[in-house]
């Protein structure tokens, strides 16, 4: 098993950032390509931002280029997203998840999740 937490998360003004962090435990991560999602109250489960195993590759959701920037320290088993010119439309809960095969990014492509983080963005 691969425990994900998750932490950063909170209220902040439109136009402002966050800086959110997953640190992970009872694997290699390193192993590991890390996603970040998103889930608004009454939406689906979306991804925001995914990272390969060295950090090389990285994807965001369209709604987010330009603003988010994932990145991870595999000597630290932990992976972050910086949120810039954040909007109230970014209100959501933020989860981090584990996908040891890097196949897609669709949630049922990943095996772990963190509990999640909410981040509130007022306007």
């Known amino acids: 098993q691969m425990q994900l937490v998750e932490s950063g998360g909170g209220l902040v003004q439109a136009g402002g950032s966050l800086r959110l962090s997953c640190a992970a ?3 290699t991560f390193s192993n590991y390509a890390m996603g970040w999602f998103r889930q608004a109250p009454g939406k689906e489960r979306d991804i925001v931002a995914h990272i ?3 950090g090389g590759t990285t994807y965001y959701a369209d709604s987010v280029k330009g603003r988010f920037t994932i ?7 932990t992976v972050y997203l ?3 010119s954040l909007r109230p ?3 959501a809960v933020y ?3 584990a996908d040891r095969l890097g196949l897609g990014y ?3 492509d990943f095996e772990y999740w963190g509990q999640g983080t909410q981040v509130t963005v007022s306007s």
């Open 106 to 108: 669709g949630s049922s």
């Open 71 to 77: 990145s991870r320290d595999n000597a630290k088993n």
């Open 52 to 54: 390969s195993w060295s």
């Open 95 to 97: 989860y981090c998840a």
């Open 25 to 27: 435990s009872g694997r």
């Open 89 to 91: 439309e970014d209100t």
């Open 82 to 84: 910086q949120m810039n």
